[in-house]
């Protein structure tokens, strides 16, 4: 078309995914505008080879957390665009992944078609796992997914059910500290407190044209809800984003100040 620019002079922006027929393009040396971190992993690309567990983190020693996937059953628990869904899939492992939205599923189901991996896909609330047998799943995966849920005690006890005796339930969620700042894009030096710590108010986010609502949890109180589920928590970590970390489009200034995430491994006991 007479007046368009050549095709390498423009690029989809990456948080545009195939929602839209007009995606927003950026010039090549044009800075890409990081994403709300509490959106994660919302707008990331998927086809990554690791489990990612939060904004800039470093994945290879987290991922260990999960433990051997090779030929073990994992349940992935709010799949969102399917990277983690697909990494634990190339890994070896018998994935079933689960998400409330169909836009969402849509899309995991496409990243699984690229990469040739097999992954079951359900559309379902992460509270009903129903169509999951007992005592039938050897790990499950959490990537700030808990955090559209606001009673967690539900999910827990499902999971309960669900998992082996003594199997991990590893999740992420974004740490509330950095909830309660924003930066101050004026002064660029510091950031302001904008939230108290005992808010309750769930925080709205847009991605792409994918929208959702982050309740804030503080970990104190998924600890206790862990435990009275029957878990026993084992891993607790407030991990520093690493310079050297493959890059995120959820990068902030934030980093700095106060952990972006907070991560927890849980087993499960009893049966």
């Known amino acids: 078309m007479a007046g368009s620019p050549p095709h390498d002079e423009t690029r989809r922006h990456p948080s545009a995914g195939n929602v839209s027929s007009r995606p927003t393009l950026v010039q090549p040396d044009e800075p890409l505008e990081p994403l709300p971190a509490i959106s994660f992993p919302h707008g990331e690309e998927p086809g990554r080879a690791e489990v990612r567990?939060?904004?800039d983190l470093d994945h290879t020693s987290l991922v260990r957390l999960l433990g051997p996937l090779d030929g073990r059953r994992v349940l992935d628990l709010g799949c969102a665009a399917g990277s983690a869904a697909v990494a634990m899939?190339?890994?070896?492992?018998?994935?079933?992944?689960i998400d409330p939205s169909t836009a969402?599923?849509?899309?995991?189901?496409?990243?699984?078609?690229?990469?040739?991996?097999?992954?079951?896909?359900?559309h379902s609330d992460l509270a009903d796992l129903a169509f999951v047998r007992a005592d039938s799943i050897d790990a499950a995966l959490a990537v700030y997914s808990l955090s559209q849920v606001q009673d967690l005690s539900r999910v827990f006890r499902q999971l309960h059910r669900v998992l082996s005796p003594e199997a991990p339930l590893v999740l992420s969620l974004p740490h509330p500290f950095a909830t309660m700042l924003e930066w101050d894009h004026e002064e660029q030096t510091s950031p302001w407190l904008t939230r108290t710590f005992w808010s309750e108010h769930p925080l709205a986010w847009r991605v792409a044209g994918d929208e959702g609502s982050t309740h804030v949890h503080q970990v104190s109180a998924v600890f206790t809800s862990l435990q009275r589920s029957n878990f026993r928590v084992d891993t607790l970590l407030e991990p520093r984003p690493e310079p050297g970390a493959p890059g995120s489009l959820h990068r902030s200034a934030l980093d700095e100040w106060v952990p972006p995430t907070v991560v927890i491994r849980a087993r499960k006991q009893g049966t």
């Open 89 to 97: 899939a190339r890994a070896g492992a018998r994935v079933t992944a």
């Open 104 to 122: 969402r599923l849509t899309r995991a189901r496409h990243a699984a078609e690229v990469a040739e991996v097999k992954v079951e896909f359900h």
């Open 53 to 55: 567990l939060g904004p």
